[in-house]
């Protein structure tokens, strides 16, 4: 495992998020926030520690949905996507397209509405949406997810915030596994070090990245999710290495680890 970026940085980038969104909030006065699974939910958990500690005001109501990079995996694993060689590239060139099959081609839009209505009192329909995740990268999933709200409610305001950190869930992966089992993560790290030098990425290095925000999908085609089990193909992959019991505390202790320090870096 290399080149996931230092604590320091993860939490410098979380506390300044927290301290924009909540500033964000102030203005913006949110009828809704929509945090991103898997990786938005600990920043929306910091966000919400901040406003808590520092605004008489309620936190807006929040309602989790799936949308991720898993919805562009299943786009372009489509037989015609396969069939004409469309790639990310492609989405880059033109992103209203998959945005476009999405409205066209699949539930999203009725999925979300039913995640936003289940969660709501009957009639709400939002003026305000403020959708939170922790990074962006090319930004097609914040499009899509713009899309699909702005298909179920026409009439909305829309801001997107994901400026925490990238590359967070590495950081405390490896944070975790260096501190409380060195004896798995020096083998590990001499493993992925030697794959990174072949051009490859350790599977290993890649569960571990996936299992600390303790959520995963259900299918890719599906905007809910599920909690990481002992069941879950994630760990019975990793049961090789610790007991599916301990790997499952990984979630819990990389989300109070953070809190802990960007508590301790905002008190500064």
């Known amino acids: 495992m290399t080149e996931a970026p230092p604590l320091s940085k993860i939490v410098d980038g979380f506390a300044a998020g927290a301290q924009a969104a909540c500033a964000l909030l102030?203005?913006?006065q949110?009828?809704?926030?929509?945090?991103?699974?898997?990786?938005?939910?600990?920043?929306?958990?910091?966000?919400?520690?901040?406003?808590?500690?520092?605004?008489?005001?309620?936190?807006?109501?929040?309602?989790?949905?799936?949308?991720g990079r898993e919805k562009v995996d299943y786009f372009l694993e489509l037989p015609k996507q396969q069939a004409s060689g469309y790639s990310w590239l492609d989405l880059l060139v033109s992103r209203e397209g998959f945005g476009n099959w999405a409205l066209r081609e699949t539930d999203w839009s009725a999925q979300l509405a039913r995640q936003i209505t289940g969660s709501m009192l009957p009639g709400f329909a939002p003026r305000r949406v403020?959708?939170?995740?922790?990074?962006?990268?090319?930004?097609?999933?914040?499009?899509?997810?713009?899309?699909?709200?702005?298909?179920?409610?026409?009439?909305?305001?829309?801001?997107?915030?994901?400026?925490?950190?990238n590359a967070w869930c590495d950081t405390l992966g490896q944070l975790w596994l260096r501190k409380l089992h060195p004896e798995v993560y020096r083998p590990w790290w001499h493993l992925a070090r030697e794959a990174k030098l072949q051009g490859k990425t350790l599977q290993l290095y890649t569960d571990l990245c996936l299992l600390v925000p303790g959520?995963?999908?259900?299918?890719?085609?599906?905007?809910?999710?599920?909690?990481?089990?002992?069941?879950?193909?994630?760990?019975?992959?990793?049961?090789?290495?610790?007991?599916?019991?301990?790997?499952?505390?990984?979630?819990a202790w990389a989300e109070a680890a953070l809190l802990a320090h960007v508590k301790e870096a905002l008190s500064t």
């Open 30 to 67: 949110p009828d809704l926030v929509l945090a991103l699974m898997h990786a938005g939910m600990v920043p929306l958990h910091v966000t919400q520690a901040l406003w808590g500690a520092t605004r008489a005001a309620p936190f807006p109501p929040v309602v989790a949905t799936n949308i």
């Open 26 to 28: 102030d203005t913006f």
């Open 130 to 165: 403020l959708i939170l995740d922790d990074w962006v990268g090319q930004g097609i999933t914040q499009n899509l997810t713009k899309a699909l709200l702005t298909d179920v409610y026409p009439e909305v305001e829309i801001q997107h915030y994901a400026r925490f950190a």
């Open 215 to 251: 959520t995963e999908d259900i299918t890719a085609d599906s905007l809910d999710w599920q909690p990481i089990t002992a069941h879950s193909p994630l760990l019975e992959r990793l049961v090789n290495y610790l007991p599916a019991e301990e790997w499952l505390t990984l979630p």
